[in-house]
């Protein structure tokens, strides 16, 4: 599965972005997709997941509220709305997948097979 996540760009606080994730190569509709973030200087960050039928999703207390994620499978897309931004949620954005995930393990990265390029989010003050 190849994912190329898009949507990224600079923003004024309090402001919204809608980052898209999308696969190639093989359907992604039966995977786990998560969200993580990079600030720099620090690690990655989990920020959402959704399963594969939409019907349960993840947040990080930091984004809980002001994010969603949703997924078009007939599209093989995911998508991150970020509402109400803050200059702390500066960071590059990646989305990755993975086919069999246990719930516990949602947050963590090294549980992801495959991995998009990030998309950069700058938000101002």
């Known amino acids: 599965v190849q994912l190329q996540a898009s949507g990224g760009g600079l923003v004024q606080a309090g402001g919204s972005l809608r980052l898209s994730c999308a696969a190639s190569?093989?359907?992604?509709?039966?995977?786990?997709v998560g969200w993580f973030r990079q600030a720099p200087g620090k690690g990655r960050e989990f920020v959402a997941a959704?399963?594969?039928?939409?019907?349960?999703?993840y947040y990080s207390d930091s984004v809980k509220g002001r994010f969603t994620t949703s997924r078009d499978n007939a599209k093989e897309s995911v998508y991150l709305q970020m509402n109400s931004l803050k200059p702390e949620d500066t960071a590059l954005y990646f989305c990755?997948?993975?086919?069999?995930?246990?719930?516990?393990?949602?947050?963590?990265?090294?549980?992801?097979?495959?991995w998009g390029q990030g998309t950069q989010v700058t938000v101002s003050s």
């Open positions: 190569g093989r359907t992604f509709r039966d995977h786990v």
């Open positions: 990755a997948a993975s086919r069999t995930i246990i719930l516990s393990a949602y947050t963590n990265e090294d549980a992801y097979a495959y």
């Open positions: 959704i399963r594969w039928n939409s019907r349960h999703t």
